[in-house]
């Protein structure tokens, strides 16, 4: 609230407070990373103030109400309070208002909906506090209505439970979430990989996952979602080699076969799925051949290993010396063949604890091409 940035912002717009998320994380004691502030002013009376201020904006979403002001370090989503005057089961149609319990009211959750002046003072209208010291998760108002304004609401509501709740939490809200699952299907695969990796990017995610694969909540957009021994066994081993939460891994870990189903992962993401799929043993070889990072992934899918882990601490090996490149300059075709051989290569090149520098690979390369 004392950066100079919020502070020229809030000084622009008068009256405003602090929503959503910044005050959540605030309450729960976790670092707050983004801001959104909200005011009673409509959209072209928000643009006229930051803009007096002397505030870079942006305002692609100004039909929405809202805009993001840019200063020296931080950037903030200043909103125009709303209501909804039409929802399709995705998107809304807003209207303003000058109610601050109205706006909230179009909130998600109790924890989501509350708001503060930038003075610090609480406004809690639907006891988000109460249940955020409780570990519940509870929809606004009526769960099965909430839902079907925006069916984004069901990934949600379990990526919140994972984050900031306990199960089996409130009731009414799990049955509709659980009930009202299969309207997933109407999302695109980019909200749904972008819920799904945050699920999975929770400290522990597992008691939530295991409720939805128990419950069928995946079995439409996630059909491999199959392997909750592996997921907890990798969150685990993360937890006790201290590393942080791996989304994607997390994800190789739960699928009983490299399927995405509906989730539009990356080229990149796809790729490490693919590599994740069969196990690897947890020797120098594999260390050797697939590089740390992919070693450690599957070293923690593995719930970790003793001998995996003195490897990993050593230091890295060298590079195999001889590549594709030198097969081809002696007449090798590029096809399976050549593979095979480089790979007996470099088998050979680990079996002798890397010490054959290029020369000695070359010669015995030259030696088994006869």
């Given amino acids: 609230m004392r950066e100079p940035d919020i502070a020229r912002i809030v000084g622009a717009l008068g009256a405003c407070r602090f929503v959503g998320g910044a005050v959540r994380d605030a309450l729960a004691e976790r670092a707050v990373h983004d801001i959104d502030i909200a005011t009673p002013e409509e959209p072209p009376e928000v643009v006229r103030r930051l803009e007096v201020a002397g505030l870079k904006l942006r305002t692609h979403g100004i039909s929405h109400g809202v805009v993001l002001a840019i200063g020296e370090t931080r950037i903030c989503e200043v909103a125009s309070l709303r209501r909804d005057a039409k929802t399709d089961g995705r998107y809304a149609t807003v209207a303003w208002t000058r109610d601050w319990h109205e706006d909230a009211a ?87 990989r972008a819920e799904m990796l945050g699920l999975l990017a929770a400290p522990d995610p597992t008691p939530v996952v295991a409720l939805m694969v128990a419950r069928r909540v995946f079995h439409l957009i996630l059909p491999a979602a199959e392997r909750m021994d592996r997921l907890a066994r990798t969150v685990a081993a993360e937890a006790r080699l201290g590393m942080m939460p791996d989304p994607v891994r997390r994800l190789a870990a739960l699928l009983a076969r490299p399927d995405p189903g509906r989730l539009r992962l990356s080229a990149a993401e796809k790729a490490r799925l693919e590599a994740l799929a069969a196990p690897k043993p947890l020797d120098r070889a594999t260390l050797c051949r697939e590089g740390r990072a992919r070693f450690l992934d599957h070293l923690l899918l593995a719930g970790g290993d003793g001998a995996g882990e003195a490897l990993l601490a050593e230091s890295p090996p060298p590079r195999f010396p001889l590549s594709g490149a030198d097969l081809r300059k002696r007449g090798m075709p590029p096809g399976p063949a050549l593979g095979r051989l480089l790979r007996d290569l470099e088998d050979w090149w680990i079996a002798k604890s890397f010490h054959p520098d290029r020369l000695a690979c070359l010669a015995e390369l030259e030696r088994r091409l006869g």
Avoid at 136 to 164: H, K, N, Y
């Fill in 106 to 192: 179009r909130r998600d959750f109790t924890v989501n909906a509350m708001s503060a002046s930038p003075g610090g003072g609480l406004f809690d209208y639907f006891g988000g506090r109460a249940d955020l010291a409780a570990g519940v998760i509870r929809f606004v108002g009526d769960p099965e209505m909430r839902i079907r304004e925006d069916v984004l609401r069901v990934l949600r509501f379990f990526r919140f439970t994972a984050r900031f709740g306990t199960l089996p939490g409130h009731t009414a809200s799990l049955d509709a979430a659980i009930g009202l699952a299969p309207m997933m299907k109407k999302l695109s695969g980019e909200r749904l």
